[in-house]
């Protein structure tokens, strides 16, 4: 593929690119910062009050502005150093609707991957969920923690399928660009699971769900809907089902129904302590997704570079 592929609006004469390596340092700078200064908005008087360690609270909190306060500084960067507009990492006008569209899908890819683990044996119901078990303070719970998600999937896709997808696939065209950005990505979710069974599943999981996302990216030609579809997958798989999100638990009421693994069932249908996403059910379903993606036909947009006509992403 040619170099000077431009993914979602064209590149301008003064338009500034951040070279690779000082792309992927800022990538962590503005994660560590934004987590910092939400970490120390914690020291205010009475907001720890409000936010108790351990709680749903606290994770709505961390993930509202943690990750929204490091979204906030890579878009400061893109706009004063690299002179460009938003409409470049790939939020483009009229994204509501592609937004929505991406919800559906998120919510779909999570049930299909809970049922068939459900159905093949690896989970037995625990609890009943929201409808039997209603209060004012449960369903504020799933609201505010449907807002962090937001922000939280968000800022992860910002950083990876807006940001670098697009400084790599400018640069080096889009194999680089979706190898790239699935290392990257790859390598940030690695520190959530310990060494064992989960690990490699769960990173083959990973570097799918990276690969997914970039075609679905690319073929959609803006970020709107993987932002959507990566808040709804976390979302639900959190406070759906009772289910563990990247090893994490939120100690919330579920919205459907309270799963937990079956014993003596194998780590590789659950994804055991990790949860479903160290299960090789999803590795089918993810792979499903890649050729979902990967088969959908262009946006069929030309995007320009300085000097000379980008190369059009030829329809599948």
Known sequence: MKRGLELYANREEHHRRTWTF???VLILVFFILGELIAYSG?????VRDIVPKGSWQSTAYQMFFGFGLGALLCFAWVRFFERRGLN?????AGGMRLYGKGLLLGFGFISAVVASIYLLGG????????GQHFSLGALMALVFLFIGFMVQGATEEIFMRGWLFQLLTSRYGIVVGIIGNMLMFSALHAGNITFSTELLIGLFNIVLVAIMLSFYALKEGTLWGVCAWHSAWNWLLGVGFGLEVSGQSLKVVPLFIDLKNTDNTPVW??????????????????????FYFGS?????????????????IKPA
């Open 42 to 46: 914690l020291s205010i008087p009475g």
């Open 88 to 92: 470049t990492i790939g939020f483009s």
């Open 22 to 24: 000082p792309a992927i």
């Open 296 to 312: 959908r036909k262009s946006h069929g947009k030309v995007f320009s570079v300085p000097g000379e006509l980008a190369v059009d």
């Open 269 to 290: 249908l659950n994804g055991g302590a990790f949860g479903p996403e160290a299960s090789v059910v999803t590795s089918v379903i993810l792979l499903i997704g890649i």
């Open 123 to 130: 989970y037995q119901v625990e609890a009943t969920g929201i």
